[in-house]
């Protein structure tokens, strides 16, 4: 039995959201369904509005409730959303074991290794239950090896130039 494919985005460059969206959004137009969960992330309310319209389709969760960045947090702030955090690889692990979408799309999870708030062999367990219908992609800064050698594709975002940086 083949598995779905497992596509990474990642590196220090932006675009890794917005490539992973894009593939969302081609997922969707082929009358696929897909969930977002996201890790790590500020939260945007215009983003979130946007994100919003494109239900029932594609479908965005966020289990972190601070409206600050993870390392901008106290020690209790950061255990708190680790906690949080968990809960939305728990959720990751229910979609996998129940099918209920065609693509999951685990943004900047990667973090959570880079972080210590998971291992990789614990997202690599949590990858080992899609089925054959279901793609997962992720996304994040830093990638080990064992994820890179589990993947199917792997693309390294890196900046070559930004106007943005001057």
Same mark, same amino acid.
């Given at each position: *039995?083949?598995?779905?494919?497992?596509?990474?985005?990642?590196?220090?460059g932006r675009g890794k959201t917005s490539a992973a969206l894009g593939c969302a959004i081609h =997922?969707?137009?082929?009358?696929?369904?897909? #969930?977002?969960?996201?890790?790590?992330?500020?939260?945007?309310?215009?983003?979130?509005?946007?994100?919003?319209? /494109? %239900?029932?389709?594609? &479908?965005?969760?966020?289990? !972190?409730?601070?409206?600050?960045? +993870?390392? %901008? /947090?106290? =020690?209790? @702030? !950061? #255990?708190?959303? !680790? *906690?949080? *955090?968990?809960? @939305? *690889?728990? +959720?990751?692990?229910?979609?996998?074991?129940?099918?209920?979408?065609?693509?999951?799309? /685990?943004? =900047?999870? /990667? @973090?959570?290794?880079? +972080?210590?708030?998971?291992? %990789?062999?614990?997202?690599?367990?949590?990858?080992?239950?899609?089925?054959?219908?279901?793609?997962?992609?992720?996304?994040?800064?830093?990638?080990?090896? @064992?994820?890179?050698? +589990?993947?199917?594709?792997?693309?390294?975002?890196?900046? &070559?130039?930004?106007?943005?940086?001057?």
């Amino acid at each position: *039995m083949s598995m779905g494919k497992i596509q990474v985005y990642y590196g220090n460059g932006r675009g890794k959201t917005s490539a992973a969206l894009g593939c969302a959004i081609h =997922e969707a137009s082929a009358l696929g369904s897909v #969930i977002i969960i996201e890790f790590l992330k500020r939260k945007n309310e215009d983003e979130s509005a946007f994100l919003k319209r /494109l %239900e029932p389709e594609i &479908r965005v969760f966020r289990f !972190q409730k601070s409206g600050r960045n +993870y390392e %901008e /947090l106290d =020690e209790q @702030g !950061q #255990i708190d959303e !680790q *906690m949080n *955090m968990k809960n @939305g *690889m728990n +959720y990751a692990r229910k979609v996998l074991q129940t099918g209920e979408c065609s693509v999951l799309i /685990l943004d =900047e999870v /990667l @973090g959570l290794v880079d +972080y210590g708030i998971i291992s %990789e062999e614990e997202l690599l367990s949590l990858l080992r239950l899609r089925s054959e219908e279901t793609d997962v992609i992720l996304t994040g800064r830093v990638l080990g090896a @064992g994820l890179r050698d +589990y993947a199917d594709t792997v693309y390294e975002i890196s900046v &070559r130039k930004d106007i943005c940086e001057s």
